[in-house]
């Protein structure tokens, strides 16, 4: 039996471990790359444009447009979104 997860939580899951690895390669704590309040306004709304991601997270035009590209591919990284229940 599986179970379907919420497209939010799995997109939020992603976006984590963007952000993680992002940190780690900049030396730098991940909530100095964005915050969580952030992440659960992308995994929500899923922008599609630099002015979106802005919009929807309030971090300014040119934060967005640098990080931009690690967002679009966090959330278009392929995903199970089922999860096995044992009995």
Excluded: C, K, M, Y
């Excluded at 179970?3 to 390669?25: C, F, M, N, S, Y």
């Excluded at 919009?55 to 591919?73: C, E, K, M």
């Amino acid at each position: 039996i599986t179970v379907e997860r919420d497209p939010r939580l799995v997109a939020l899951e992603q976006l984590r471990a963007w952000r993680g690895e992002t940190a780690r390669a900049a030396g730098i704590l991940p909530s100095a790359v964005v915050t969580d309040h952030a992440l659960a306004a992308i995994a929500e709304h899923r922008p599609s444009t630099p002015d979106e991601l802005d919009q929807v997270t309030g971090i300014g035009p040119i934060t967005a447009r640098r990080l931009f590209d690690g967002v679009s591919a966090a959330l278009a990284e392929p995903h199970d979104s089922t999860t096995p229940l044992n009995p």
